[in-house]
């Protein structure tokens, strides 16, 4: 990951009518990372987006990318952005090659040696020489992913990039996208309602509701992050455990089944926890504790929202 952010939100708010959308948006993107924007329907990632490529104007605050304004320096800014919203639209009647060879004429200084070599950095090289109809939906994205990268962007944005995609196409984007990161050095910014892929594919993640920034997280602290877990004790007599564990969790924390007992408490509990049972005399067989996902998490913090 770069030590200088690619992309830099400084203070953005946006104002439609009188109505306020974002709210004061401040956070940093690096190369080498999959950033990833979540957030429930209506909390305003998409209309960040659209203010990151330059498509809608800031009422107020900063969008540097790669240290250039991009409303002040919209050109320069923006020659540093790939982008891709939805499907990418392709010429279905043309193969993979000559379209990248089109949209090659739209940009200065793209080599043929560039695009062979983004050909080969999203996997198609078998196959782009064959007609962008005969194309699975995966393929166009990876397709639609190399048009994004013929000019050597340093920030790729893509919004609902496995949109439409079956299970094995979601699998193909995210190796790419993370190929990309680690490759290219690129930032690659990621607004997505599958939860449990942005789990697998982002670094870090920005949580936005109602127009305002939660929290900026490495994922992986996100989803651990707080106190308690669930944790279940698989034991040989349940009634005697509860009794033991009632010395340290409540009545109403427990749950009781088949052989095991569960109960919601702090990570350092647990030893205390399994001495107790042991010195009541109760055997513990196994003890496990649950991880909450990505969308248990999201959840908690949204209180709920759906997300979209």
Same mark, same amino acid.
């Given at each position: @990951? ?10 953005? &708010?946006?104002?439609?009518?009188? &109505? ?15 950033? +990833? ?6 909390a305003g990632k998409t209309t960040t987006i659209?203010? @990151? ?6 009422? =107020? ?10 409303? %002040? ?5 923006? =020659?540093? *952005? ?23 004429? @739209?940009?200065?200084?793209?080599? &043929? ?11 198609? $090289? ?58 290219? +050095? ?16 982002c670094d870090r993640i920005a949580i936005i ?8 997280? =490495? ?8 106190? #308690? ?16 564990? %009632? ?30 049972? *042991? *010195? ?7 003890? %496990?504790?649950? $991880? ?7 959840? #908690? ?8």
């Amino acid at each position: @990951m770069s030590q200088k952010p690619l992309v830099e939100l400084k203070d953005v &708010k946006k104002r439609i009518g009188k &109505k306020d959308i974002i709210h004061g948006l401040t956070f940093d993107i690096y190369g080498g990372e999959v950033f +990833g924007l979540l957030g429930p329907n209506g909390a305003g990632k998409t209309t960040t987006i659209r203010m @990151m490529v330059g498509l809608m104007s800031l009422s =107020s605050g900063q969008i540097l990318i790669k240290g250039k304004n991009i409303e %002040s320096q919209y050109k320069q800014a923006v =020659s540093e *952005v790939g982008a891709i919203v939805e499907n990418p639209e392709m010429y279905k009647f043309l193969t993979g090659y000559q379209n990248l060879i089109h949209y090659s004429r @739209m940009v200065k200084g793209v080599s &043929k040696g560039r695009i062979a070599e983004v050909i080969e950095l999203v996997g198609l $090289t078998n196959r782009i020489h064959e007609k962008v109809k005969t194309y699975s939906l995966g393929m166009r994205q990876r397709l639609g992913l190399a048009q994004a990268l013929l000019h050597s962007p340093s920030v790729l944005i893509l919004d609902e990039p496995t949109n439409g995609l079956d299970p094995a196409g979601i699998r193909e984007i995210r190796y790419y996208l993370r190929q990309l990161a680690e490759k290219e +050095g690129i930032a690659v910014i990621v607004s997505s309602h599958l939860l449990s892929e942005m789990e697998l594919m982002c670094d870090r993640i920005a949580i936005i509701q109602n127009g305002k920034l939660i929290g900026v997280q =490495s994922t992986k602290e996100f989803v651990e992050s707080g106190t #308690e877990r669930k944790v279940r004790f698989l034991v040989d007599e349940v009634a005697a455990a509860r009794h033991a564990v %009632s010395h340290h969790i409540k009545a109403e924390r427990m749950t009781l089944g088949n052989g095991f007992i569960e109960a919601e408490m702090e990570r350092e509990l647990i030893p205390e926890v399994t001495a107790t049972l *042991v *010195v009541e005399g109760v055997k513990v067989y196994g003890i %496990s504790t649950e $991880t909450k996902t990505l969308e248990d998490k999201f959840l #908690e913090v949204t209180g709920g929202k759906e997300i979209v």
